[in-house]
């Protein structure tokens, strides 16, 4: 069974930092482009950042950029997003996601809420 496991939501004022990590199973994790989507209170799927199956590779939404930090862990299966100076705007459920040319999978998804 696949499984992407999501982890690491919560409440933060802005200005913290959290750190998601979404644990993969049951698929070739290295074999898979990984990327971190969001999906803000009553807007639509917001692609965030991804990092190419290696790791050595990674994007970002320009909104993030020197702020979020993926990375991958392959003898770990996991991938994390690692997010610093959040700001309201940030608030969203944000959704792991797994890509290959002919297969796409997803996480459940976790909250997060950035508000003082």
């Known amino acids: 069974e696949v499984q992407l496991v999501e982890s690491g939501g919560g409440l933060v004022q802005p200005g913290g930092s959290l750190r998601f990590s979404c644990a993969a199973s049951g698929f070739t994790f290295t074999s898979y482009y990984m990327s971190w989507v969001r999906q803000a209170p009553g807007k639509g799927l917001e692609w965030v950042s991804a990092i190419n199956s290696g790791g050595g590779s990674t994007n970002y939404l320009d909104s993030v950029k020197g702020r979020f930090t993926i990375s991958r862990d392959n003898a770990k299966n996991t991938v994390y997003l690692q997010m610093n100076s959040l700001k309201p705007e940030d608030t969203a459920v944000y959704y792991c996601?797994?890509?290959?040319?002919?297969?796409?999978?997803w996480g459940q998804g976790t909250q997060v809420t950035v508000s003082s």
């Open positions: 996601n797994a890509r290959e040319p002919i297969r796409e999978y």
